[in-house]
């Protein structure tokens, strides 16, 4: 059963940094692209950055030379580092296997001005 379990989630003030871990039980972690989601209070879910098996990266525009995703296929896990944190980025963060309904359950991120 594939199961996908987020950490690193917290409080900081803004312009400090977090880095995301979500760890993706069973093989297909290295086959598949990944994407890190985010929901604000009273927002739609977004995406925020996504990663190919290749791996090619994609950033949503409000994140772009702040974020960056990655991967290590050797440990089944794929990771968010977030820099210069903007009260904006207050939300939960959410992993996911790309075309799947396989999702973590989310880590809190808040970003204090």
């Known amino acids: 059963q594939v199961q996908l379990v987020e950490s690193g989630g917290g409080l900081v003030q803004a312009g400090g940094s977090l880095r995301l871990s979500c760890v993706v039980s069973?093989?297909?972690?290295?086959?598949?692209?990944m994407g890190w989601y985010r929901q604000a209070p009273g927002k739609l879910r977004e995406l925020v950055a996504s990663?190919?098996?290749?791996?090619?990266?994609n950033y949503a525009d409000s994140v772009k030379g702040r974020f960056t995703i990655s991967r290590d296929n050797a440990k089944n896990t794929l990771y968010l580092q977030m820099n210069s944190l903007i009260p904006e980025d207050t939300a939960v963060y959410y992993c996911?296997?790309?075309?799947?309904?396989?999702w973590g359950q989310g880590t809190q991120v808040t970003v204090s001005s």
């Open positions: 996911r296997i790309s075309g799947t309904d396989f």
């Open positions: 069973g093989s297909i972690f290295s086959i598949n692209a």
């Open positions: 990663i190919s098996s290749g791996p090619w990266t």
